[in-house]
């Protein structure tokens, strides 16, 4: 039987290192190291990986330092639209939401969706709406909007020619101790996002897909080059069908298509048989890991990945 592990990212991007001041550095590492925390006690208490990548998710949604739930991006418009999935693969049940506001964790409603609705995804006020009926934690607009989002909001209204200079997303995915994986993906968009924007986060198969005979896997990066590769679901075929592990799926999962797929990407995966993945075309990448007892493993930049490899 593999070993029970977990895997978290807190987004993937291309940046000038300049920008990453140690402060900031050392909050974005003791938020990741709390959200593993958070997923790794679910699964050495014997939990789901389902409530290992839901809990996992939902403390990075709390933290204001990552791109989804309270830290979330603004849209043109000034307003916080999120979005989310979740995915069990041992029964291919999966949950989605997007231009989702209130809803202080969006990765729960998603799940919510999943388990009880007839649906797999549901939309702004509709989705909002059924967080209400049930009973979901909502927060006011202010909660969301942080000082660094509304700078960034501010100058994106001000250059109009401007590009985002980050499109983070949160996610994690899990094999628990009855080896069953799942994948659950959170993000807040891209700062001033026309309203009404879908990433590729809440796409089964596009930012994340789970699958018990393969593997689980959650995107980061460049959304719309995500969607367009639908590179989730590439990543599950390659170990499906091509036999290559998780690692190996990833790496070729980042090349495909270059050319027509320009744009940041980055992985985090797990497979049926334990084995974890973090692979990224960026010079950041904001990612944990924790294998059984071992110890924890978090890394913010890719040199550290490179080094464990």
Request: hydrophobic share 40%; charged share 25%; with cysteine.
């Amino acid at each position: 039987m593999p070993t029970y592990s977990i895997v978290l990212h807190g987004g993937a991007v291309t940046m000038d290192p300049s920008k990453m001041t140690p402060d900031l550095e050392a909050s974005i590492r003791e938020g990741l190291q709390q959200a593993l925390q958070a997923g790794w006690e679910v699964l050495h208490g014997g939990g789901s990986a389902l409530d290992a990548v839901e809990a996992a998710v939902r403390s990075l949604e709390n933290n204001e330092h990552f791109n989804a739930g309270r830290g979330s991006s603004l849209n043109k418009q000034g307003e916080v639209e999120m979005d989310a999935s979740i995915m069990d693969g041992r029964t291919l049940r999966a949950g989605a939401v997007n231009s989702v506001r209130y809803v202080k964790n969006p990765i729960t409603l998603a799940r919510t969706v999943m388990e009880k609705c007839k649906h797999v995804f549901l939309a702004s006020e509709g989705a909002v709406e059924y967080a209400l009926q049930h009973g979901l934690e909502m927060e006011a607009v202010h909660y969301f909007e942080t000082e660094k989002a509304r700078q960034e909001w501010l100058e994106i209204i001000q250059q109009e020619e401007k590009e985002p200079q980050e499109h983070d997303t949160v996610g994690a995915v899990a094999l628990d101790q009855d080896g069953n994986l799942a994948v659950a993906t959170s993000t807040g968009g891209i700062e001033g996002q026309l309203k009404g924007r879908v990433g590729d986060s809440p796409i089964v198969g596009g930012g994340s897909y789970a699958a018990n005979e393969a593997c689980a896997v959650s995107c980061t990066g460049d959304g719309e080059v995500i969607m367009r590769g639908a590179l989730a679901h590439e990543v599950y075929a390659l170990v499906k069908y091509k036999g290559l592990t998780a690692s190996e799926a990833c790496r070729e999962a980042v090349k495909l298509r270059d050319e027509d797929l320009k744009g940041d990407k980055g992985f985090i995966a797990i497979d049926k048989d334990g084995n974890v993945a973090i692979e990224t075309n960026t010079n950041i990448m904001r990612c944990a890991y924790r294998i059984g007892e071992a110890e924890p493993f978090v890394a913010v930049w890719r040199e550290e990945l490179d080094k464990q490899a």
